[in-house]
């Protein structure tokens, strides 16, 4: 049963992030699904967070409606990035993780616009609203960090716990 719930704990991520996004769809957004690889990375490593982040790249291409592929390698790409990073970040450090976070952030959103540039002919007039909607995203993300890590802790931990004997 225990193997099951790091599946169903990212679906339900996903759920509450759709939810959200239709009740605040303002400027401040998040990727809870992001948030919950970076955990999965830094709780067990580049291997883990590399396959992990291919799955949920693969199911937020799925389920979006942009160029197929991309959330695929940025994810993947960084679920194996943060896991290289294991060994140097205590689990404790909450601003180094808001930090990572934001920077992670922040080369998914510039990668992200080379693509809206060269899908739109090159028209640099959208990037003064795009930078704005990028601040939204990445301060969003950065201030769910901790909420996330620690939950993804507590699933770790109970799931590594053994079966009382009886």
């Known amino acids: 049963m225990r193997k099951l ?4 704990s990212l679906f339900l991520l996903l759920v509450l992030q759709g939810c959200l996004s239709v009740f605040f769809n303002g400027w401040l957004s998040c990727d ?3 948030l919950a690889l970076y955990a999965i990375s830094v709780l067990y490593g580049s291997q883990a967070g590399g396959y992990g982040g291919l799955a ?3 199911l937020q291409d799925g389920l979006s409606t942009g ?3 991309f959330h695929l ?4 790409f960084l679920g194996w990035l943060f896991g290289k990073l294991r060994g140097k970040v205590f689990r404790e450090n909450y601003f180094f993780h808001i930090w990572l976070t934001g ?5 998914l959103r510039f990668c992200y616009w080379w693509v809206l540039l060269v899908s739109a002919g090159g028209n640099w007039q959208l ?3 795009y930078l704005w909607s990028s601040l939204g995203y990445c301060l969003g993300n950065m201030i769910l960090t901790v909420p996330v890590f ?10 590594e716990e053994e079966d009382a004997p009886g």
């Open 127 to 129: 990037l003064p609203l």
């Open 67 to 69: 160029i197929f592929g």
């Open 5 to 8: 719930a790091w599946p169903c």
């Open 73 to 76: 390698l940025t994810r993947g």
């Open 103 to 107: 920077l992670g952030c922040l080369g």
């Open 56 to 58: 949920v790249g693969l």
């Open 32 to 34: 809870l699904l992001l």
């Open 150 to 159: 620690h939950l993804c802790y507590r699933l770790k931990a109970w799931t």
